[in-house]
């Protein structure tokens, strides 16, 4: 599977953006999905996830701010963000879930497979 994100940009506190994600080379539909992010010199961490059942989590960080939602026709992760943070910044990853997965998940070692990432600055 080939992940391709995009949307990213330079924004000051309190705008929004809009992630989206492109899959080639896999159907989507059956698996959990998320978005991931890594700042420098932390770990990556998990956003918010998505199932099927349209089951989804978010990081207590992003909650009430960032919603994640599934595109009808290609079941790819977007991810509106509002209110954002100068810790927000960060480089964004659209993941897929490990086939096991059945239930959203705020564990990163639960996805298998993420694209190359889009960066998302906030200044203040």
């Known amino acids: 599977v080939q992940l391709v994100e995009s949307g990213g940009g330079s924004v000051q506190v309190g705008g929004s953006l809009r992630l989206s994600c492109a899959a080639s080379g896999y159907t989507l539909s059956s698996y959990c999905v998320g978005w991931l992010r890594q700042a420098p010199g932390k770990e990556r961490e998990v956003v918010a996830s998505?199932?099927?059942?349209?089951?989804?989590r978010y990081a207590d960080s992003v909650r009430g701010r960032f919603t994640i939602s599934r595109d009808n026709t290609e079941d790819t992760p977007d991810l509106q963000m509002n209110s954002l943070k100068p810790e927000d910044t960060a480089k964004y990853y659209c993941a897929l879930a490990s086939p096991d997965i059945g239930t959203p998940t705020l564990r990163a070692r639960d996805f298998g497979a993420w694209g190359q990432g889009t960066q998302v600055t906030v200044s203040s």
């Open positions: 998505i199932c099927r059942s349209g089951a989804m």
